[in-house]
């Protein structure tokens, strides 16, 4: 309920808060802070990388929006993105979506982007579809940032073939390993 109409609100001041706390513990490594997501979490890791100020090494995004202009309308889930964007940008006067898709939209903060990016996503994920993932890997690309994109063509919003997952893990943690 709290993240609907407010995706890059409050949720992320906590997030920030909380990474910000536990750096002040002895046992944290402030220089080998990962952020890692999927779907929600995937769409956080994306904001988050534009906004972070240099508070994470690496970031992992699993089926996440990246574009939440292109998300609209390419989704199958209609009622999802009404509900918690607010409704469709194109509607000046709706002001719930106007800033959801102006100022909470990751596409819009890729200009600092700056720290290694590990992308994955499914190919038949119709509620994250593809294009999502795709524009993400393609802006870390063309800024020159450390970046992979993981595609799992016949998986969906979860890596549910063993093989994959096995080829999910092996990859997630190879990440970690490279980047922090």
């Not at 390419?74 to 709706?94: A, C, I, M, P, R």
């Not at 002001?95 to 720290?115: G, M, V």
Request: hydrophobic share 35%; aromatic share 16%.
């Amino acid at each position: 309920e709290q993240i609907s109409k407010d995706y890059g609100g409050q949720n992320m001041k906590d997030y920030l808060a909380a990474i910000d706390d536990i750096s002040k513990e002895s046992y944290v490594d402030t220089d080998r802070l990962g952020c890692v997501g999927a779907s929600y979490g995937g769409y956080s890791a994306f904001y988050l990388a534009g906004i972070h100020e240099g508070r994470f090494k690496s970031f992992i995004a699993h089926d996440g929006m990246y574009n939440l202009r292109s998300m609209y309308g390419t989704t199958e889930e209609l009622f999802f993105v009404n509900w918690d964007l607010g409704g469709n940008y194109w509607d000046k006067s709706n002001a719930a979506a106007q800033k959801t898709f102006n100022e909470f939209n990751p596409a819009n903060f890729a200009d600092k982007w700056d720290t290694p990016i590990l992308v994955i996503q499914g190919g038949q994920d119709f509620r994250i579809p593809i294009g999502q993932g795709l524009e993400a890997f393609q802006a870390a690309q063309l800024k020159g940032i450390k970046s992979k994109l993981l595609y799992f063509p016949e998986e969906n919003h979860w890596v549910l073939d063993g093989q994959n997952s096995f080829i999910w893990h092996t990859e997630f943690y190879k990440w970690l390993e490279e980047t922090l």
